[in-house]
């Protein structure tokens, strides 16, 4: 591959790009509601090992993909929406056993249970009910009996939150990211899973601190914290946008947070 590869979106009005890829022109790697930690956690709960055919759903930046291909999958398969988010998760795999397609979730052309591993992070959130549940599905049927499928995601909290208080942070995060967002309450996303077979193995919760400067720092370490500050400084258009998300996350503080769910493929 020759020249730059072009980040997702960068050549789009910043006003009107998702959120996520706003972050990523700016140098943020971690873009995963509950950080590093929840990925950590998701992983270990996932316990891949050199045996296991991975599938991973919307990489993205790719930040995760690496972190599973230190574990050596037998192989390794990523289904990317962004063509250019897929070129450059491709410059992190080796091509023989580690392939990134561009597809969708909901339908990934493999094989029923091809996998034994499938994971997705902050996907499924930006997805219809119906279209959850399509992808849930879809990781099911491409799972072989006793597979794990680990999910990282934003909700809302608590289980019994007022209906129109959800809709109204629903309605606020969309607008703030610039993408459909349908975050839902941590015993919804247990349920969508029960649903379509699964059973819940490990659940952990972490707040939503995606742009707290604690978090940041943590998951992007001193120096990528300070490259993220000095774009931002230096891109008003950028920050206008990065302030707006803050802002609402902040509001919304105390009903957001980030789940993580490790589930199995029970025998049908």
């Not at 930690?37 to 790719?62: N, W, Y």
Request: charged share 25%.
């Amino acid at each position: 591959m020759s020249g730059k590869v072009l980040m997702p979106n960068e050549n789009r009005e910043i006003s009107k790009t998702p959120g996520h890829w706003v972050l990523a022109q700016l140098g943020k790697k971690v873009l995963r509601p509950g950080g590093k930690e929840l990925t950590q956690k998701m992983l270990k709960g996932l316990g891949i090992r050199p045996s296991d055919r991975v599938v991973e759903f919307a990489p993205g930046m790719g930040y995760t993909a690496r972190l599973c291909l230190q574990q050596s999958p037998a192989n390794y398969i990523a289904i990317e929406q962004n063509e250019q988010a897929a070129d450059i998760v491709r410059s992190y795999l080796d091509g023989k056993t580690q392939v990134c397609r561009v597809g969708n979730a909901q339908d990934t052309g493999l094989g029923n249970a091809e996998a034994t591993v499938v994971y997705g992070e902050a996907m499924l959130t930006m997805q219809s009910h119906a279209r959850k549940n399509e992808i849930i599905a879809e990781a099911a049927r491409i799972l072989a009996t006793n597979g794990r499928y680990g999910i990282h995601e934003l909700c809302i909290t608590p289980d019994d939150i007022d209906d129109d208080k959800k809709r109204t942070i629903q309605k606020e995060i969309t607008e703030t990211i610039q993408h459909p967002a349908k975050p839902i309450t941590p015993l919804e996303w247990k349920q969508l899973m029960e649903d379509n077979g699964f059973e819940i193995e490990f659940e952990a919760i972490a707040p939503m601190h995606l742009l707290e400067p604690k978090r940041m720092l943590d998951d992007e370490g001193l120096a990528g914290l300070l490259n993220i500050a000095k774009n931002i400084l230096t891109k008003p258009s950028a920050r206008k946008r990065v302030l707006g998300m803050r802002k609402v996350f902040r509001q919304h503080a105390n009903n957001l947070s980030a789940i993580t769910l490790v589930v199995r493929k029970k025998q049908s």
